[in-house]
């Protein structure tokens, strides 16, 4: 997954960029945390979100492991629908040029505006 590829040690204290962790809940091993990416466009076509347990140590076997994830897509307003989920990752292919909202529901305070084009 592409947030193993930038994750640190300390990034389990505090978030990186688009990345928001959240306080471990009780079914997350000690010393791991919940790391989601921020909605993101890619190759200007699709958008995608990412969600996976972090530990400190990357030997935990449960370093990495996938979290559920579900996209949400608004045209404005407070009306959200799902367009896509998974296990780890969530790819929506997006069409037209118009600004869109788009949040990761597990983490729907973060609002990320994209047009695809």
Do not use: H
Request: hydrophobic share 40%; proline share 6%; glycine share 12%.
């Amino acid at each position: 997954m592409k947030i193993r590829a930038i994750l640190v040690t300390s990034a389990l204290a505090v978030g990186l960029g688009g990345f928001a962790l959240a306080e471990p809940a009780s079914a997350v091993p000690p010393a791991c945390g919940l790391t989601y990416m921020t909605p993101v466009l890619v190759a200007s076509q699709f958008v995608e979100v990412s969600g996976e347990i972090a530990c400190e140590d990357p030997n935990n076997p449960n370093d990495g492991r996938p979290l559920g994830v579900t996209l949400q897509q608004s045209s404005g307003g407070n009306l959200w629908k799902t367009v896509a989920t998974g296990s780890g990752d969530a790819l929506y292919r997006c069409s037209g040029t118009t600004l869109r909202n788009y949040r990761l529901r597990e983490r729907s305070g973060t609002v990320a505006r994209l047009a695809c084009g």
